[in-house]
């Protein structure tokens, strides 16, 4: 419960009252590297899921909103060219982020156990 509350943005304060135990027990347990390791590692594994579920709703949603408003004789042409624009804008962002995880994953791959950032 600790290592949770932290690792979403409590304060310590808040952790401490969510997880049952004194401000200072929090103070300590952060003082204990693995500890802290534990809520480094949870931070990065909220970070990871948070930008996954961004991530499919814009794949999902914004592209499609995209693709309606480049496409619909109806709507304004200024509003089409934006929409055009923005698509060719992140494309290459998009693209250049997935290869760059994948030149990451292949880079931690190599390295000892004891340096990875991932576990």
Do not use: C, H, K, Y
Request: charged share 25%.
């Amino acid at each position: 419960m600790l290592v949770a509350a932290l690792a979403t943005g409590a304060t310590q304060p808040e952790a401490a009252r969510m997880a049952g135990m004194s401000e200072r027990t929090v103070r300590r347990r952060l003082d204990e590297p693995a500890f802290a390791d534990r809520v480094a590692a949870e931070r990065r594994a909220v970070a990871t899921r948070t930008a996954a579920r961004i991530t499919a709703l814009a794949s999902r949603d914004a592209v499609a909103v995209l693709r309606e408003l480049m496409v619909d004789a109806n709507v304004a042409p200024s509003v089409r060219l934006r929409a055009a624009l923005g698509a060719l804008t992140v494309a290459p962002a998009w693209r250049d982020n997935g290869e760059l995880e994948a030149t990451v994953t292949a880079l931690e791959a190599r390295l000892p156990q004891e340096w990875r950032l991932t576990p």
